[in-house]
């Protein structure tokens, strides 16, 4: 079973007390955007094999929001971080490379 620590709070806890919200780190285009990317922030997903960012909410408990990367393999939780970032952090990518050494983010 999937096993995230809410980064807000610190509480690790079994998936049922999380809720699922997606990719994390989706482009957001505002006003004026082509129909095209629109549509592509709506319903294009990465779905990888592997290692992949995710958003969480802790509904159970704190309410907050945060990052979490995981293998979509293996449930293996790497390591969660901050909701209001752009990009996975430095450390975040050292824990996933220390455990998965030919992995490569994609841009």
């Given at each position: 079973?999937?096993?995230?620590?809410?980064?807000?709070?610190?509480?690790?806890?079994?998936?049922?007390?999380?809720?699922?919200?997606?990719?994390?780190?989706?482009?957001?285009?505002?006003?004026?955007?082509?129909?095209?990317?629109?549509?592509?922030?709506?319903?294009?997903?990465?779905?990888?094999?592997?290692?992949?960012?995710?958003?969480?909410?802790?509904?159970?408990?704190?309410?907050?929001?945060?990052?979490?990367?995981?293998c979509t393999m293996t449930l293996e939780v790497f390591a969660s971080y901050s909701?209001?970032?752009?990009?996975?952090?430095?450390?975040v990518l050292d824990a996933i490379k220390a455990r998965r050494p030919d992995w490569?983010?994609?841009?």
């Amino acid at each position: 079973m999937l096993s995230p620590t809410c980064h807000a709070c610190g509480v690790t806890a079994e998936e049922t007390e999380f809720h699922a919200g997606g990719e994390a780190h989706l482009k957001r285009f505002g006003p004026g955007s082509s129909d095209a990317e629109f549509e592509s922030y709506l319903f294009t997903r990465q779905n990888p094999k592997g290692v992949h960012f995710e958003r969480w909410r802790h509904a159970n408990g704190c309410g907050k929001w945060f990052h979490v990367a995981r293998c979509t393999m293996t449930l293996e939780v790497f390591a969660s971080y901050s909701a209001q970032t752009y990009a996975p952090p430095a450390d975040v990518l050292d824990a996933i490379k220390a455990r998965r050494p030919d992995w490569e983010m994609e841009d």
